[in-house]
């Protein structure tokens, strides 16, 4: 059996990601279940987090987001029975590669896959699931009325935080980063009330949000990035926005949630959001499997997820399912590139 595994370089060097043989342990644990993969999500690896929490091998397994069927059960399993068809996120410190053909996760990992949804579209897509919801409800706390704005709205996470929203009666926002993904992005009009372009070199976010807002600015915003300087950056970062421009949108008792780990704010910015009530949080999709503190409240989310993209709730843009022998290859393209994402099927 293979699996696909990485190879931490030196901190000036790209990682390698390479193929090799894997073995399960003839006996399951008592709530272990042993599932045979039938498709497995690819997204880039944080070496920065495993290190901080500790985790350091030579070998790191690579794609975490799994969906198969059990094909057998440990002695104390009370959730799922062979034949089940089951779909989850593999633990930050699983020694198995989500692309071996068979894996052995704790069951209170995973949930049962509806029926109407396919393997390759809930491995390639729970993952950013599950951040929506962890940044629109666990962190903003949305409501309907709400207004949102979500940056790139046309990337695979930012379409889920879109349709949740929508979903629960937000107005939203959003921006594009292309004009395919703008032309995308029209399409789910009325839904979306705006779609601002930022990648024509413009920098007319906030008097269009403003606009669009009768001068009050938004509840919440969503980012995928932030510019933390105005001095030259790569051109990749000049599509994000600066961190000011996102304190000027949010309205009184606004909402921020960020993924940029490395966020630095000055006294001023400090001082724009104690004026305005509004606060910050910081979106680590990883903290649910981290921690088992909420581990029922983390299975409902899986749940409400896996469900709502079997009713057409979530639709996420679909992903061309890759064989394994090109996994290597197409890992490497989503780890240079971050915010892409690959899924296989097996």
């Not at 993969?37 to 790191?60: E, F, M, T, Y």
């Not at 894996?103 to 699931?129: F, T, W």
């Not at 409501?143 to 996470?157: E, K, N, P, W, Y």
Request: proline share 6%; glycine share 8%; hydrophobic share 40%.
């Amino acid at each position: 059996m293979k699996g696909l595994y990485c190879r931490a370089a030196a901190s000036d060097a790209q990682p390698k990601f390479v193929i090799q043989e894997a073995t399960l342990p003839e006996e399951l644990g008592s709530h272990q279940v042993r599932v045979q993969v039938k498709a497995c999500g690819l997204s880039p690896l944080d070496l920065k987090l495993l290190a901080d929490v500790g985790i350091q091998r030579d070998l790191i397994p690579v794609g975490r987001e799994v969906a198969g069927v059990v094909l057998q059960v440990g002695p104390k399993v009370s959730f799922f029975q062979p034949e089940d068809k089951v779909v989850g996120i593999l633990p930050l410190d699983s020694p198995c590669s989500g692309l071996c053909d068979a894996i052995d996760i704790d069951e209170h990992y995973l949930v049962q896959k509806p029926e109407k949804l396919s393997s390759v579209c809930a491995a390639a897509s729970l993952r950013d699931g599950l951040c929506a919801y962890t940044a629109l409800h666990t962190h903003a706390r949305i409501a309907a009325g709400h207004t949102l704005l979500v940056m790139d709205g046309g990337s695979s996470f930012g379409l889920m935080c879109i349709q949740l929203a929508c979903y629960h009666g937000v107005k939203v926002l959003t921006t594009s980063h292309s004009p395919q993904d703008h032309t995308f992005l029209e399409q789910l009009r009325p839904s979306v009330a705006r779609v601002i372009q930022v990648y024509n070199g413009s920098s007319d976010l906030l008097p269009l949000v403003l606009e669009e807002t009768g001068g009050l600015g938004v509840d919440i915003v969503i980012d995928s990035g932030v510019r933390l300087q105005d001095e030259e950056e790569p051109e990749a970062m000049k599509l994000h926005p600066h961190k000011h421009d996102i304190i000027s949108v949010l309205g009184v008792g606004g909402h921020w949630v960020t993924s940029h780990q490395d966020l630095q704010l000055d006294p001023p910015d400090c001082r724009l959001l104690h004026l305005k009530s509004a606060s910050l949080s910081f979106l680590n999709p990883e903290v649910w499997t981290a921690s088992s503190a909420q581990q029922g409240r983390y299975l409902h989310i899986l749940r409400d997820i896996v469900e709502k993209m079997s009713t057409g709730v979530l639709r996420p843009r679909p992903e061309e399912a890759v064989p394994l022998y090109e996994a290597t290859v197409v890992m490497e393209t989503v780890q240079r590139q971050q915010k892409k994402k690959a899924v296989v099927q097996l």
